[in-house]
């Protein structure tokens, strides 16, 4: 069982953490539109959206699995008394992944329009 | 005179009550007031055919708060924003006479954890379609925005003040890009 000195030392470390700041990861989400797009031809434009699409599909599924990591640490925040302000501090608020697939996803309606513009065949 | 230990104890027990304050506080959503813009005059106009001529038609991607989670933007409260900064720059068009409808999907907001300064950085896109339904400018803004430790104790409330001023900064540099866009003819 921990003592008050010790839940004061735990404490004054997580304070410590604070200080140095607990900042979310950078996240650079992919541009809807970019430079060179309408030069796109059709073969490359299917390559394109059909690559982020899967990779939209694996961010999901990280995402999934970092919100799920973070309801876990909650619940270790209410079962492990003292440890659980670590915990809260080591939560992955950042959103990356979801921030990245949702702009893959956007970023193919955006080559989905310029292939139809160009009656390319749209991957299903 | 005061023992050495227990006055360190006591130092302690200052800090964990401290900690324990700063990271309690109920959550709440970000607001759509704290979230406008008001046009500055000294500011280059917009285009002419954008004026009177825009209208909000959708926000997805935002989030309703958790009072036991932390801070977030939800849909209504960023149409609002958006909504009423059109609005007071003198783009919203009369109803049912919207030539530039815009879409908005907030991909999320990048949050600290905890800190004392605690920076969020909202990513959303934007996307401006012309009367054809055409995309007129597709701009995705990241947008960075700190809340000092001075500007509120509670770190729920310093994480809200971070989001709106995201937000504000987001809108922002919207406007600036409707600003300084010159469509391909």
């Known amino acids: 069982m921990l003592g008050g000195g010790r839940l004061g030392q735990l404490l004054l470390v997580a304070g410590a953490l604070c200080l140095s700041g607990c900042a979310a990861k950078e996240v650079i989400p992919v541009k809807m539109a970019q430079a060179g797009d309408e030069d796109l031809d059709c073969p490359a434009l299917k390559q394109q959206i059909e690559a982020n699409r899967a990779a939209a599909e694996d961010f999901v599924r990280k995402d999934r699995q970092t919100k799920n990591g973070n309801i876990a640490k909650t619940v270790g925040m209410a079962a492990i008394p003292y440890v659980g302000v670590l ?21 193919d309606e955006r080559l ?11 991957p299903k | 005179m005061i023992d050495r230990k227990s006055f360190r104890s006591k130092i302690q027990f200052s800090f964990a009550m401290a900690a324990l304050v700063a990271l309690a506080g109920c959550a709440s959503s970000a607001d759509p007031k704290a979230m406008t813009i008001a046009p500055q005059t000294s500011e280059k106009p917009f285009p002419e055919r954008l004026q009177h001529a825009m209208c909000v038609r959708n926000v997805t991607g935002g989030e309703s708060t958790n009072p036991m989670w932390v801070s977030k933007v939800d849909n209504d409260g960023f149409k609002t924003a958006l909504g009423t900064s059109l609005d007071s ?11 530039y409808p815009v879409d908005v999907n907030l991909l999320g907001l990048s949050q600290p954890a905890a800190g004392f300064d605690m920076e969020v950085t909202s990513h959303v896109n934007y996307k401006v379609y012309d009367s054809s339904g055409a995309p007129y400018l597709l701009e995705t803004i990241d947008a960075p925005f700190t809340a000092a430790m001075g500007e509120a104790f509670l770190a729920t409330e310093r994480l809200k003040l971070a989001n709106e001023g995201s937000i504000r900064e987001s809108i922002k540099q919207f406007f600036d890009k409707l600003r300084n866009f010159e469509p391909k003819s």
């Open chain 1, 87 to 107: 915990l809260a501090m080591s939560y992955d608020l950042s959103n990356e992944e979801q921030i990245e697939g949702r702009a893959l996803v956007d970023r």
């Open chain 1, 112 to 122: 989905t329009y310029l292939a139809k513009q160009k009656g390319c065949e749209i």
């Open chain 2, 89 to 99: 720059a003198g783009l919203t068009a009369p109803a049912d006479k919207c030539a």
